[in-house]
């Protein structure tokens, strides 16, 4: 007989110790010592580890320590009943699992639908059938086992379904890159054999034009040398000549005709150097990086857009403030670091004329549209800024600037490929940053940082 709940823990413990660490545990709640000692002796004998209390309340706090595997759960009991020990098991995430079979002496069905209701598994009646215990345990246990098992594989395929999306997502991000990648070679690769070809039409009337003004000023020198050694021998040539002379004002012809052919030299000179500037900023770049003046291309980016700088009808020219350290050579990518400048710097001009699109006159209340660049360097690296007076952008858009093909500009006005091309660029191609500091209404300015070693 078990006359208390330290006699009834005392010898749990003594059975139990060292013995049953591995074995299936059922935890019995039962305030009657007769029940327990039968129960225990029964389930011991089955090779089952076995606790006991001997209220719900004790009981919930061994569930809480030590978990069981089942709980067998008297009905009846002080304090709290087992149906409010059951409610509050259930109730409780770590423990809601255990599956709780309630021991009973009532055959009242109203009273088992109501601990079914409130999450128990099964029933078994006093006074006690053991071969009917055992077997309605043993299935409970098999059940629970199946679900920790179908949990576990559950757990499993979530894993695995975790881990294969990042795949995917990983192989997706990618995809896009090596999309981009593609992309931007295409874009260079096309755009250097249309400014090869192009370059090379106008290379040659251009270089023709030039070697014949270099003739045409020798030509015309000694034509005018003439006219002046005329006028020296004949002094009087005549009305008629003298009537012609006037006419065509002569004195400024002689003036002006070598200024025309050094305008039309330093004109042919001009074109010149601008298609080799082209052709410079669309060839290929080559495995290692080169040491460029950086500032030649931002240079030459400035003079390919020159065009979407000056004053339009609907709005005045845009000003270019530059702020040049004075930079070493930097090694780094050029073209590709041309790409992004022209990227900043066309974005920058876009914002601009957005900010003031729905002004139709000049307006001098209005600020002038405004581009600064600046350059600075340290002993770390090099830092390029281009800030615009534009309408700004906003922390929402900010986070998906660099995202590839996200655009805010209308169909057909972008691809949404620049900025994220140009982040590339930085980050993966040179080791560097692209930061974008911006809000609504007080412009934009983006920060490139390139390290000076990498």
């Not at 009337?205 to 003739?215: A, Q, W």
């Not at 004053?311 to 050029?334: D, F, Q, S, W």
């Not at 001098?364 to 660049?373: F, P, V």
């Amino acid at each position: 007989m078990i006359n208390s709940h330290n006699q009834t823990n005392d010898l749990v413990t003594e059975s139990t110790s060292n013995t049953f660490n591995n074995l299936e545990t059922i935890l019995v709640i039962d305030d009657s010592p007769t029940n327990l000692e039968v129960l225990h002796a029964t389930l011991e004998n089955a090779g089952y580890e076995v606790r006991v209390e001997m209220d719900g309340n004790s009981g919930i706090e061994q569930v809480k320590n030590n978990p069981p595997d089942l709980i067998l759960l008297d009905v009846m009991m002080p304090g709290i009943d087992g149906f409010e020990t059951c409610r509050r098991l259930q109730a409780n995430p770590s423990t809601q699992e255990i599956p709780i079979i309630f021991i009973t002496a009532l055959s009242d069905s109203v009273e088992k639908v109501k601990g079914l209701s409130l999450g128990a598994v099964d029933y078994i009646t006093k006074p006690f059938n053991q071969k009917e215990v055992l077997a309605r345990i043993k299935l409970h246990l098999k059940l629970r086992q199946l679900n920790l098992e179908l949990d576990e594989q559950k757990q499993q395929l979530e894993q695995r379904v975790k881990e294969r999306t990042a795949e995917l997502s990983h192989a997706l991000e990618e995809l896009k890159k090596s999309q981009l990648q593609l992309v931007q070679s295409e874009k260079i690769s096309f755009l250097g054999q249309l400014v090869t070809g192009v370059a090379h039409e106008v290379n040659n009337p251009v270089g023709f034009i030039s070697t014949n003004l270099y003739y045409a000023y020798n030509y015309i020198q000694d034509l005018i040398n003439l006219v002046k050694l005329y006028q020296k021998e004949f002094p009087t040539p005549g009305y008629e000549i003298e009537d012609n002379i006037k006419a065509m004002d002569l004195q400024h012809v002689l003036e002006d005709l070598p200024k025309v052919l050094s305008s039309m030299k330093l004109g042919t000179e001009r074109i010149q150097g601008i298609m080799q500037s082209l052709r410079n900023f669309s060839r290929l770049d080559g495995e290692e990086k080169k040491a460029v003046d950086i500032h030649e291309g931002l240079e030459t980016s400035l003079m390919i857009l020159q065009h979407r700088l000056k004053a339009l009808p609907k709005r005045p020219a845009i000003n270019v403030i530059k702020e040049y350290g004075n930079l070493p050579k930097i090694k780094c990518y050029p073209v590709q670091l041309n790409q992004v400048f022209m990227n900043l710097l066309s974005n920058a001009i876009d914002a601009i004329e957005e900010s003031i699109k729905d002004i139709d006159t000049f307006s001098t209340a209005y600020r002038i549209g405004l581009i600064r660049i600046c350059t600075t360097i340290d002993k770390q690296q090099v830092t390029i800024k281009i800030y615009d007076n534009g309408i700004g952008i906003s922390e929402s858009v900010q986070n998906q600037i660099f995202q590839p093909f996200f655009t805010t500009k209308p169909e057909g006005k972008g691809s949404g490929l620049g900025l994220s091309i140009s982040n590339q660029i930085i980050t993966e191609k040179h080791g560097g940053t692209l930061q974008c500091i911006s809000s609504v209404g007080n412009g934009t300015e983006f920060v490139i940082q390139i390290p000076l070693k990498s």
